[in-house]
């Protein structure tokens, strides 16, 4: 069932640049003739400077689009850009090159080096990749998420809420094209999940960054600017300004 949210055209509204998309992608697990499907023939747009939420039933194919679209997965066919870069296309080094310079991750494992400060944490990447700090940005990054006071400690020293807001500054210090969240408020108590996700709406109003969120909460998924919907590897529709209650309706026309 395709679940769509009508919007009336805008006369002369701009054109929006396309931060990530995929083309026929097809992804197969397992030996031919008893693989699973994954994802099949999925053509999928990603708006720049716009928050995105992928929702669907379990084994519908979102946590391995997304793996895809970041460059995490191998399609068995098709194709996945970055911008006007084809992944498919990249050998080993430049595709890690890619991840590295023009990606960005946020998951509910805080994957943060214990034996760093919060700062170093924040600036890890642009350390391995020889890259110097810009500090106005670095600024920007750690006021917006409240880390003035913390850049000083260590993760133990830190909530679990303010590791994941060290996480996610880390994730925006590279100015990454896209910003790829997996399910990133399912360690998190009611609480520190309305703060992230408030965060990360944030970073979309403040640095016009591009999110794409994995997500299987209705209300994670409101704060998106749009859901796409999965159902058996396929498109199964979209959700456009979506609302708590939207996204419960559409999830259960999916038969979730």
């Not at 701009?14 to 697990?29: D, E, M, N, S």
């Amino acid at each position: 069932m395709t679940t769509t949210t009508q919007h009336p055209p805008t006369t002369n509204a701009p054109v929006t640049a396309i931060a990530a998309r995929t083309v026929g992608l097809t992804k197969t697990f397992g030996t031919k003739g008893a693989g699973v499907t994954a994802l099949d023939a999925v053509d999928v747009a990603v708006e720049a400077g716009r928050f995105t939420a992928i929702m669907g039933p379990s084994g519908s194919g979102k946590s391995t689009l997304m793996h895809c679209l970041a460059g995490l997965e191998t399609p068995t066919s098709g194709q996945v850009l970055v911008g006007d870069t084809d992944l498919t296309r990249l050998p080993d080094k430049a595709l890690t090159l890619l991840r590295r310079e023009r990606i960005g991750f946020v998951f509910q494992s805080f994957n943060l080096l214990p034996m760093l400060t919060a700062r170093q944490n924040i600036l890890l990447p642009l350390t391995l990749a020889g890259r110097s700090v810009e500090a106005d940005r670095l600024a920007r990054i750690v006021s917006v998420l409240g880390l003035e006071e913390r850049l000083g400690h260590r993760p133990s020293e830190l909530s679990g809420g303010q590791q994941q807001r060290v996480a996610m500054a880390r994730a925006l210090i590279t100015a990454p094209d896209v910003l790829f969240a997996d399910e990133p408020t399912g360690a998190l108590d009611s609480r520190s999940s309305a703060q992230m996700l408030a965060f990360l709406r944030t970073s979309v109003r403040e640095f016009g960054q591009t999110i794409v969120m994995v997500t299987h909460d209705p209300r994670a998924a409101s704060y998106a600017d749009r859901v796409l919907l999965l159902a058996d590897g396929r498109v199964a529709g979209e959700l456009l300004d979506p609302t708590e209650d939207s996204v419960l309706t559409a999830m259960k026309g999916l038969g979730e």
